[in-house]
């Protein structure tokens, strides 16, 4: 049976990845609803038939929902020889959800201290594990990440990068740029959308009151041009009265293997009413008149970055260098959005490629992250001649090339300067057309910041966390890649 499974499941993978997203055209615009089920419990064997009875319901419509699977339930489920479960999963989508998802230490916990590169390659050792099991027992790669509970960090993202996951699919407030897609460490996310993440419960009211709720959403959306909906689940909460790893790894705890409990059941009636609202919920969302479902694999190809399609004119580094004078955010150039790294980097090859006050026509970009820390508070003052700034922008370009990163300090003429203040001095002279003479050293904030939430206590409000957790030092780390933040743009609807 193993080798015909494995059979079964390449063949439903190549047949996904063929046909994954050539969306029709359509003269109104379009609300996109993606369906995820977080598809963790790997203690309650109850779960493994509730993640089957949803994945066949999707199929029976012939539309898809995305599983993000944690590592060690898709092995589970392998051990206990459920190949019908599998089997029906890989007709859908599948995403990953981490290896052990609640057992300690979580991602926020064992990257809460650890510096930019430490916590990547931490990420990576420890959760390409799980992300390895679920290659082999599913024969693809994960659409997309989520964080356990809310075990976010910002290391998480290099890691993505190296395993070729091009999407974060979740639900947290550790970012967020106005409710919408975004863009962040080059990784699209979708992790707050505000009213357009939508639930139902399991009465008959409730679903009423849903699917109106639905139907208000989709024409906001409607009117807006379009947009996406985010309805999320997890398998086991239709057949629990609760989670699986509130009863065993609660506020720190983490007992061995040998006394995991299994979470307290709900009555077969009880469990039926879940699965037959949810039904409903999905039937209503279906037949409505431009929706369309979409699953994790499929949204990048909704939100194309086009930056890099084709390199920036000399009117764009203009606009750049105007838009920084006045805040050193993301900028929007119309056809495509820059991040304010993007916009550094912009400025720096054009500025290195002036040649006796002749502009170049054009330049290319490549992507970089954030600063990975922060230096020590410092205050360089006085003026820089255009010579030394240029020589700067030169040697930020090398950096970034060899790095992939920016760096935290730009050396001017030998004397340290934040980049911050590089990027609106040199933006200053750019938009002035000064490529010679010196200019005074400005002083510059990165306003993209605000996007990325400080560290607080309802940030960590996860049961599973130990008392009184908090991640100060990652969450500075999480702001210097605020550098990267950026808008996600809906294609256009022809």
């Not at 589970?76 to 029906?88: H, K």
């Amino acid at each position: 049976m193993k080798a015909s499974l494995s059979l079964s499941i390449l063949i439903v993978a190549t047949f996904l990845s063929v046909t994954a997203t050539t969306l029709a055209a359509k003269a109104e615009p379009v609300v996109y609803v993606t369906f995820w089920f977080d598809t963790e419990d790997f203690i309650l064997p109850q779960a493994d038939d509730a993640a089957l009875r949803l994945a066949e319901m999707f199929s029976q419509r012939n539309v898809q929902a995305t599983f993000k699977i944690v590592g060690e339930k898709a092995r589970v489920l392998e051990e206990r020889g459920r190949d019908d479960v599998i089997l029906a999963l890989a007709k859908n989508d599948i995403a990953y959800h981490s290896t052990y998802h609640s057992v300690h230490p979580t991602p926020s916990e064992y990257c809460r201290d650890l510096n930019w590169q430490e916590g990547a390659a931490e990420f990576t050792r420890r959760e390409g594990v799980g992300l390895d099991t679920l290659r082999r027992v599913f024969g693809v790669n994960a659409s997309c990440y989520g964080q356990p509970g809310g075990s976010w960090t910002p290391q998480s993202y290099a890691a993505l990068h190296a395993f070729q996951i091009p999407l974060y699919l979740d639900e947290t407030s550790h970012v967020n740029v106005n409710d919408r897609p975004f863009w962040y460490c080059g990784i699209l996310n979708i992790l707050e959308l505000g009213d357009c993440v939508l639930r139902t419960g399991w009465t008959d009211d409730e679903v009423k009151q849903a699917c109106a709720r639905f139907d208000r959403v989709q024409e906001k959306l409607i009117r807006e041009g379009g947009g996406i909906v985010s309805i999320y689940y997890h398998p086991c909460e239709f057949v629990h009265r609760q989670f699986w790893d509130g009863v065993n790894f609660s506020h720190g705890d983490n007992p061995p293997r040998s006394e995991w409990k299994l979470p307290p059941m709900k009555s077969p009636a009880e469990q039926e009413q879940c699965f037959q609202a949810f039904e409903t919920y999905l039937d209503h969302i279906v037949r409505r008149p431009n929706v369309h479902l979409v699953t994790a694999r499929e949204i990048p190809t909704l939100y194309p970055d086009r930056v890099y399609s084709h390199p920036l004119t000399t009117n764009d580094v203009r606009t750049i260098a105007q838009a920084f004078e006045k805040e050193l955010s993301y900028v929007d150039l119309g056809t495509r959005i820059v991040s304010a790294a993007e916009g550094l980097l912009a400025l720096s090859h054009f500025a290195a490629a002036i040649d006796k006050d002749s502009p170049p026509a054009e330049v290319a970009l490549e992507f970089a992250y954030g600063p990975a820390s922060q230096p020590q508070r410092f205050v360089t003052e006085g003026a820089f001649s255009w010579d030394v700034m240029q020589q700067a922008a030169r040697d930020l370009v090398e950096a970034v090339g060899t790095t992939k990163q920016l760096p935290s300090i730009v050396w001017v003429a030998g004397r340290p300067v934040r980049p911050e203040d590089f990027a609106v001095t040199l933006a200053s002279l750019v938009a002035a057309g000064h490529y010679s003479g010196s200019s005074p050293l400005r002083q510059g904030e990165l306003k993209a910041r605000k996007y990325v939430a400080d560290d607080s206590p309802g940030l960590w409000g996860w049961v599973v966390f130990p008392p009184g957790f908090n991640a100060p030092r990652m969450m500075e780390i999480a702001q210097l890649q605020a550098w990267t933040i950026k808008p996600a743009v809906l294609r256009r609807q022809n």
